[in-house]
């Protein structure tokens, strides 16, 4: 493994002359402090939590009509077949 990367360092600087890529990665970027990377956290935390909430509020919604609507249904097919509403 030494030699390994005793080989690699020794070849760099002929890579380079023929524009080779470096044998390891170059980070252009300059790295996100911990700070960044906490706020970063947190508003995706946020989002995730505004999502997960509004999903639970609109299936709760979407329950509660379907059952109205069964029920509604349910209370006139009732009534019709006890002939207390005359839809025929």
Do not use: C
Not at 59 to 78: D, E, F, K, R, S
């Amino acid at each position: 493994m030494e030699l390994m990367k005793a080989q690699i360092i020794d070849s760099y600087p002929a890579m380079a002359d023929h524009k080779m890529p470096a044998p390891y990665p170059v980070r252009t970027r300059r790295p996100t402090s911990s700070v960044a990377l906490k706020i970063k956290s947190t508003v995706i935390k946020q989002i995730v939590v505004v999502v997960v909430v509004v999903v639970v509020i609109v299936l709760a919604v979407v329950i509660v009509l379907v059952v109205v609507i069964v029920l509604v249904a349910v209370t006139v097919l009732v009534l019709v077949i006890r002939g207390w509403i005359n839809m025929f």
